[in-house]
């Protein structure tokens, strides 16, 4: 199973446990690429496209201190359009600005 978008990590977490109890244990991953800064407050419906002020999560590891998490990873590249919202370019393409922004935005 994959969690990912720009949830934070505790509620990625919570819910990869719940659905965890639901599917007998089964193990899963984080997608950390884009979640420093949690989720776009009232956004709206596309909350979840190309938001801005977001940054890069909890860098790759599979150091996570829980045992059905099995890694935090990058697995959207960062700085990948999610479409032409917000002045991106189409889904999927790579946005310079963008990925500075990630970057720079990133806390530690």
Do not use: M
Not at 24 to 42: E, I, M
Not at 51 to 57: H, Q, V
Not at 74 to 82: A, F, V
Request: glycine share 14%; hydrophobic share 30%.
């Amino acid at each position: 199973r994959l969690l990912s978008n720009f949830q934070t990590d505790t509620a990625t977490r919570a819910y990869g446990k719940a659905l965890s109890e639901r599917l007998d244990g089964a193990h899963y991953v984080v997608d950390t690429s884009r979640n420093g800064n949690g989720p776009l407050g009232a956004a709206g419906q596309d909350a979840w496209c190309n938001p801005p002020g977001r940054a890069l999560g909890t860098p790759p590891t599979t150091r996570t201190g829980d045992p059905l998490l099995d890694a935090y990873l990058w697995i959207k590249r960062p700085g990948e359009s999610d479409g032409s919202c917000r002045g991106g370019p189409s889904a999927g393409t790579w946005w310079p600005e963008y990925a500075l922004g990630l970057a720079r935005n990133t806390k530690g």
